[in-house]
């Protein structure tokens, strides 16, 4: 299955439901899972972004429609890469 790493950034309103509630994030990856999504890894991270999300969908529509549902809520911000195995890159040349 395509693997896709999700860059995300909290908005001020989703920095205050984080604080407030922070089982959100278990939430939410509940909620990626009923788009179709599989959440792999997750990371929280200074500089940037706040969280790294390794994710699993079985096409680029899965992943667009996670990312706009989950974008168009106002509490985050995604930036969404697809990630290629080394293996099948280097066999790709």
Known sequence: MPTYVMLSKLTPEGTQTIKNNPQRIREVN?????????????????GRF???????????KTIARVSLELGSRGTVQYETLTAIPIDDFISSL
Do not use: S
């Open 30 to 46: 509940r909620e990626i899972e009923q788009l179709g999504a599989t959440v792999k890894a997750q990371w929280c991270v200074l």
């Open 50 to 60: 706040d969280f790294i999300n390794i994710v699993e969908a079985p096409d680029e």
